[in-house]
């Protein structure tokens, strides 16, 4: 027979509750604050209620501050007042402050400067501006800030023919780590237009109308075919165009072809960056300097492209001599 003393009863009584336990049901007891029993292992306190934000409001300005176009993207026209036909030269990848062929790049911008009736539309990467990469920055000869004054100075060699202006992802770089868009800023100051990733240029030349489309990076791009991706991107993109330029792959390509009834012209400029490790490294060709070009004439639509813009020029001056003959 076990004889139970009076002591194990009142400890089978008043078994001790756990600190967990203590601050749960002061929790339930009280609204806004709980402080644990005498011996717990902590106390919790709120001096305020922990209340989550008013959805309907926070919806409310999300709403009113929705963008109503996709940032980065630009829709501009261009009209064209010169009588002859004229040339929209695709200028991209400079990478001034790299292993450029610089002779070329000066003697390209003063052709299209001193050259009636032809524009450049310049697609990015005009800095090599390596800040995403320290070891490429300290490494170089010319820092960023020395690389986008020289830009600069690049631009002016066109005089006034720069149309309009996009940024590639060199570019962006600096936008991404610091939060400046300096492709932005050179533009503004020059008048030019900008379209950080993408533009979209109606170009009227009395009553002739072309759609130019231009972007740095694509998507469904090929090994195989330099032109897949612009192809992919008129029969799937938002808009249709008559020309389309992406740039970035430092191959220069043209091709036309047939959709919804018209010839369309797809294009890759090549850079002036000839010598690049990083590209040699992973298997790519050494880069050419090329400027696909575009001649549009006036009244009646019809474009003819070109694989660079010393060609086409010639046949430029030919044409605007005929069709001024004419007149």
Not at 86 to 97: K, L, P
Not at 206 to 231: M, P, Q
């Amino acid at each position: 027979m076990i004889k139970k003393t009076k002591t194990a009863k009142k400890t089978a009584k008043k078994k001790p509750k756990s600190a967990v336990e203590t601050v749960r049901r002061r929790s339930a007891t009280r609204s806004h604050s709980s402080r644990g029993a005498k011996g717990a292992a902590f106390t919790v306190e709120a001096a305020q209620p922990c209340s989550p934000p008013d959805g309907k409001k926070v919806w409310s300005g999300l709403e009113s501050a929705a963008p109503q176009d996709v940032p980065g993207r630009l829709k501009s026209s261009v009209d064209v007042h010169d009588p002859l036909p004229v040339a929209f030269a695709f200028v991209s990848d400079q990478h001034v402050g790299g292993a450029c062929d610089y002779k070329r790049m000066r003697e390209d911008a003063e052709l299209i400067a001193s050259t009636p009736g032809v524009f450049a539309v310049l697609g990015g990467d005009g800095c090599d501006n390596h800040v995403k990469h320290w070891a490429a920055v300290l490494a170089s000869n010319v820092l960023p800030d020395e690389q986008v004054s020289a830009f600069e100075h690049y631009l002016d060699m066109f005089g006034e023919k720069v149309v309009a202006m996009i940024s590639g992802n060199h570019d962006l770089w600096t936008l991404e780590r610091a939060g400046v868009d300096v492709v932005r800023r050179i533009a503004a100051r020059r008048g030019l237009l900008y379209g950080q990733h993408e533009h979209r240029i109606l170009l009227r030349h009395h009553g002739a109308e072309y759609r130019l489309w231009i972007r740095h990076k694509g998507r469904f791009n090929s090994g195989f075919n330099s032109t897949h991706s612009h192809k992919q991107h008129w029969r799937t993109g938002e808009h249709a165009w008559d020309v389309g330029c992406i740039c970035h792959l430092h191959e220069a390509a043209l091709e036309p072809f047939w959709a919804h009834g018209e010839v369309r012209w797809a294009c890759r400029p090549g850079s002036y960056l000839v010598r690049d490790p990083y590209a040699e490294s992973i298997g790519f060709n050494a880069a050419v300097p090329s400027c696909p070009t575009f001649v549009f004439y006036p009244t009646k639509k019809r474009v003819v492209g070109f694989l660079d813009v010393r060609e086409a020029l010639v046949y430029l001056r030919e044409a605007r001599h005929e069709k001024g003959a004419k007149r």
